[in-house]
Every structure is written in C-alpha cells, then in structure tokens.
C-alpha cells in the first residue's frame, strides 16, 4: 500500500514546491513598482522580500539550465570584481555606495533572474508573469497620475512626484526610472495584444493603453521617451498594422488631453521637455566618461572612479561602463545586451503563432531599456532583468518543441 502511495507524493511535492516559486515570482513581478527611501543613498524595495522567501522557502527549485544563461553572464560578475580590485588598488578603498550597491547590489539582479527562469516551465506561467507585472505597474500608475493631477491644478504635494510637483516619479523615486518602468509595461501590453490569444482585449488594453502613455509624458523622461521611440520603430518594421493603434489612439485623443489640462500645459510642456542646462550637463558628462576612459582605456579607472572623480554618476549605462570598466568592460556590457536581443528575436522568428506576441512584446521590452539606458544607468534596474530572464524563458521555451519535432536544418537556424 505504501509503495504504491509513494510516487504519487514525490510528483504532488515537487509540484507544490513549484507553485510556491511561482507564486512568489508573481508577488515579485507585482510590487516592482514600489521602492522606498530609508537613508542616505540607501533604498529598500518590498519585492526583494519574495526574493529571500524564494531563497528560504523554494531553494531547492532554483535552477540552474545551460540554455537560460551564457558566457557574458559570468563576464559581468568577472568585469564587476576585477573592476572593485582596479578601483581598491587606485583609490585605496571601495566607497561604501559602490560596495553596497554596486557589488553587493548586483547579487539581487542575478537572484531574481535564477528565480523567474526557474518558475517559468511553460507558456502559461510565462504569460501570467507578463500580466501580473503590467496590471501591477497599471494599478499603481493610476493612483501616481492622480497625485501627479493633484499637485497639477493644486500644488498639492504628494509622494508620487519630484521636482516640486513638476514631474511624476509614481513610487520609483526618479522620474526616469519610473518612465522607463512605464515604456517597459505599455510595450508590453502593445506588442502582446494581438494574435489568436491577446495579453489583454477591449476595456483594459485601452485603460492600459491611456494611463500608461500619460505616465510617460507626465515623467517629462527624455530617457523614457527614446527608449519607446525605438521601440515602436521596431515594432513598425515587425508589425505595421498592429503598432498603427496606439499611435493613432494618441494622435486622436492628444487634443482632449489638452483640452483637460488647460492652455498652461502647453508652455510647461515646452519648458519640462527641453531644460536646456540638464542637457547641457549631460553632455558633458560623457565628454568627462570619454576622458576617464582615455586615461584607463582597457580597464578603466576602476568601480566607482567615476562618480568619485566627478562628483556624479554618468547618466548613461555605456559610458558608466566605458569610465568605470574601460574598453573590456563596455564589451562586455554590449555582448550581454546583444545576446539576449539575439534570443528574443529567434523567439520571435520560430515560437507558434498563438506564442509570437509575447515574443514580440519582450523584444520590444529590451528595445525600449536599451534607448532608457541612454539616458539613466539603467543597468540595476530590475525590470529590466525582468524582461531579460523572461526573454531567456521565452526562449527556452520555443526551442523545445524545435529540440523535438523539427528537421535538422530548422534547428541549425534557430542555433546559429
């Protein structure tokens, strides 16, 4: 009697450890867009909290697979390490914000991306991830642009904005970040909303639609308004009739948003979006990262040499890397960027029909950081890794009925 009960409980086990993990994932992907002040240049995000549960309660579900993860995986914990040695050895020591944040902050990008490619075993737990963290982002932009309104027509101050009320920032603290949140949640709506099985339909994909597009305008992100530049130009190239609805949808409704705020919007608008003196700063601090890294060119000057030198982080991923990292280290970074772009458009190439949305709203996701991360140093950003451990998962799983069923040749295409 026993020995015929004992297989069915292994199964049940390994299945309720599974869904534990995927439950966890989801509270993850849903409170990604809160984070919390709690010192000097000290955050605390509450999603992280899923993170150590993961580790506490679902550790033996973690996984490890070769086809979720590549060689620049490894050179990025490589480049961080030798880039802490060079910056010790030039400095004297490690500032304590590049220690925590920097070095022992990269732990929490790479634990989220173990966790979220080890939930995901299909297309359902792939797609549910995607409307859990967009829904979530949605929810909370609602209340953000109403704090944004309030302090619009009122002057009230509310948490959900920065700059006197000028720009809104939702829970994420800086308007770029939250812009670039915003492009990430609505190219993710877009690009998987069409097809035999669409993400969302009728009522919310147009809610979603509104409130995530005013978001971004209300940040005033130049960072946030390239990134989705590019974004939907890659979604034109890809799919024409499809990316023709948000944009007519914003061209029409445009002049009721006007018409709502009022003949002062336009001015502010003008003023917010062009802010010639922060323009002016930026690009100088790419012509102080281009210097730094004519001193150092191979290695750079080390973790945090920059922001020490200077007085401020570099505002753009790249040259934060290329100061920071030299010429290795910004190599690095591209391959890295570039692998999992390669991998969302095989996904995109070869899933089933009723799967090559979700495909495509990934590829667009990381299109859209890629132009974010112009203009902020967006690589800690964790939905980013987000979109980057869906578009490993995404991957995976197109490949596994290629593995199977495919003839040879096909599957040569999608490995090369």
């Known amino acids: 009697m026993t020995s015929m009960a004992l297989p069915h409980?292994?199964?049940?086990k390994f299945a309720s450890a599974k869904g534990l993990l995927s439950l966890l994932v989801l509270g993850y992907v849903a409170l990604l867009p809160y984070l919390f002040n709690v010192g000097d240049r000290l955050n605390f995000a509450p999603a992280d909290i899923f993170?150590?549960?993961?580790?506490?309660?679902?550790?033996?579900?973690?996984?490890?697979?070769?086809?979720?993860?590549?060689?620049?995986?490894?050179?990025i914990l490589v480049t961080f390490v030798l880039g802490s040695l060079v910056g010790t050895l030039r400095w004297g020591t490690l500032d304590r914000y590049e220690l925590f944040n920097k070095e022992a902050g990269l732990l929490l990008p790479f634990l989220s991306y173990v966790a979220i490619t080890s939930s995901i075993t299909d297309w359902r737990n792939l797609r549910r991830v995607i409307r859990y963290f967009t829904l979530g982002v949605v929810f909370e932009n609602v209340v953000a642009i109403g704090g944004f309104l309030a302090a619009y027509f009122w002057g009230v101050?509310?948490?959900?904005?920065r700059y006197e009320g000028a720009r809104l920032s939702g829970m994420l603290l800086d308007p770029?970040?939250?812009?670039?949140?915003?492009?990430?949640?609505?190219?993710?709506?877009?690009?998987?909303?069409?097809?035999?099985?669409?993400?969302?339909?009728?009522?919310?994909?147009?809610?979603?639609?509104?409130?995530?597009?005013?978001?971004?305008?209300?940040?005033?992100?130049?960072?946030?308004?390239?990134?989705?530049?590019l974004a939907v130009l890659v979604f034109f190239v890809l799919k024409p009739a499809v990316a023709i609805r948000p944009v007519l949808s914003a061209l029409v409704l445009s002049p009721c948003l006007f018409l709502v705020l009022g003949h002062r919007?336009?001015?502010?608008?003008?003023?917010?979006?062009s802010r010639p003196h922060q323009v002016q700063q930026r690009i100088d601090l790419i012509r102080d990262a281009i210097s730094a890294f004519k001193s150092h060119p191979m290695l750079g000057g080390g973790l945090g040499s920059f922001r020490l030198a200077?007085?401020?982080?570099?505002?753009?991923?790249?040259?934060?890397?290329?100061?920071?990292?030299?010429?290795?280290g910004l190599a690095v970074l591209l391959l890295f960027m570039t692998w999992f772009f390669r991998r969302a458009w095989?996904?995109?190439?070869?899933?089933?029909?009723?799967?090559?949305?979700?495909?495509?709203?990934?590829?667009?996701?990381?299109?859209?950081?890629?132009?974010?991360?112009?203009?902020?140093?967006?690589?800690y950003q964790r939905h980013w890794w987000l979109v980057m451990a869906l578009i490993a998962a995404c991957y995976s799983l197109t490949r596994r009925p290629l593995v199977n069923w495919t003839p040879k040749g096909q599957l040569a295409r999608v490995h090369s």
């Open 9 to 12: 409980a292994i199964p049940q």
């Open 51 to 75: 993170l150590l549960l993961a580790v506490l309660l679902a550790a033996g579900q973690l996984q490890f697979r070769s086809d979720l993860w590549s060689p620049w995986h490894i050179a």
């Open 157 to 161: 101050s509310t948490p959900f904005t």
């Open 176 to 229: 770029n970040a939250y812009g670039g949140l915003l492009a990430v949640a609505l190219v993710l709506s877009e690009g998987a909303s069409w097809g035999p099985a669409p993400l969302f339909r009728g009522g919310t994909l147009w809610f979603s639609r509104i409130t995530l597009a005013l978001g971004i305008l209300f940040t005033f992100s130049r960072s946030a308004w390239i990134g989705l530049t």
């Open 265 to 273: 919007f336009l001015p502010f608008l003008e003023n917010m979006a």
């Open 310 to 328: 200077v007085g401020e982080v570099a505002h753009n991923t790249a040259m934060w890397f290329l100061a920071d990292f030299g010429l290795l």
């Open 346 to 379: 095989l996904s995109y190439r070869f899933a089933a029909p009723e799967h090559r949305p979700l495909a495509l709203a990934l590829l667009l996701a990381h299109t859209a950081m890629i132009g974010v991360a112009m203009g902020i140093e967006a690589f």
